[in-house]
Structure formats: C-alpha cells, structure tokens
Nanobody, 126 residues
Framework: HVHLQESGPGLVKPSQTLSLTCTVSGGSITTNYYYWSWIRQPPGKGLEWMGAIAYDGSTYYGPSLKSHTSISRDTSKNQFSLQVSSVTPEDTAVYYC??????????????????WGQGTQVTVSS
C-alpha cells in the first residue's frame, strides 16, 4: 500500500515562492512507468493537475502553470517537491500529491491517479 504525505507552509505571502514536499512510503518513486504529481483545488473550484515527475526524472507541467512551476525529487529520501514562484491569492488551494500509472504517457487526468495524500491547505495572503 502506497502512502503519500504533503508537508510545507500553510501561509505564503504574495510574490513569494510556495514550496511543498511529498514523502512517499510503501513504494519507490523510481519504479518504472509511475508518475508522481501535484494536483490542487482552489476554493469552490475543481481539481487541477499541475504537473508530474516521472520514474526516470522527466518532468511535465500543465500549460497554464509551466512558466512558474517546478517539480523536483530526492530519490535518497523518496520525496518529490513542488515550487510555485511569484504566487498570487489565486494560488490559494488545497494541494495534493498523487501517484499515477503505470503508463507510457504521463497521466494528466486526475481520474488516472490511484493513491493520494490527504492534502494540505495553502493560503496566499499578506
């Protein structure tokens, strides 16, 4: 059974960088054909796939977020991380990390993700 847990600050000031980490247990983030993603849900809106890092370290981003979003990993700790730069109040959301696959193409639909973290609230406010 794979377990994911998000961690990071719950409050970020506008124009600063949002940083979150997902710690994975029960499975390796380097296992072939699995993808490790960040998904968020702003208040009153649906789930938005932000991007993913693949088993081989390749990264993929949603088109609207590509310019100020970065996903990286630390294989020694079995963790992957999200950074969103120059945040605005519109980045306020519950942020989830999740696992998708096995697949040969990166899953971009949230329905393709089977294990999820519990989610962490991030508020962007001064």
């Amino acid at each position: 059974h794979v377990h994911l847990q998000e961690s990071g600050p719950g409050l970020v000031k506008p124009s600063q960088t949002l940083s979150l980490t997902c710690t994975v247990s029960g499975g390796s983030i380097t296992t072939n054909y699995y993808y490790w993603s960040w998904i968020r849900q702003p208040p009153g809106k649906g789930l938005e796939w932000m991007g993913a890092i693949a088993y081989d370290g390749s990264t993929y981003y949603g088109p609207s977020l590509k310019s100020h979003t970065s996903i990286s990993r630390d294989t020694s700790k079995n963790q992957f991380s999200l950074q969103v730069s120059s945040v605005t109040p519109e980045d306020t959301a519950v942020y989830y990390c999740a696992r998708g696959g096995p697949a040969v193409v990166v899953p971009t639909s949230v329905d393709e993700y089977d294990y999820w973290g519990q989610g962490t609230q991030v508020t962007v406010s001064s």
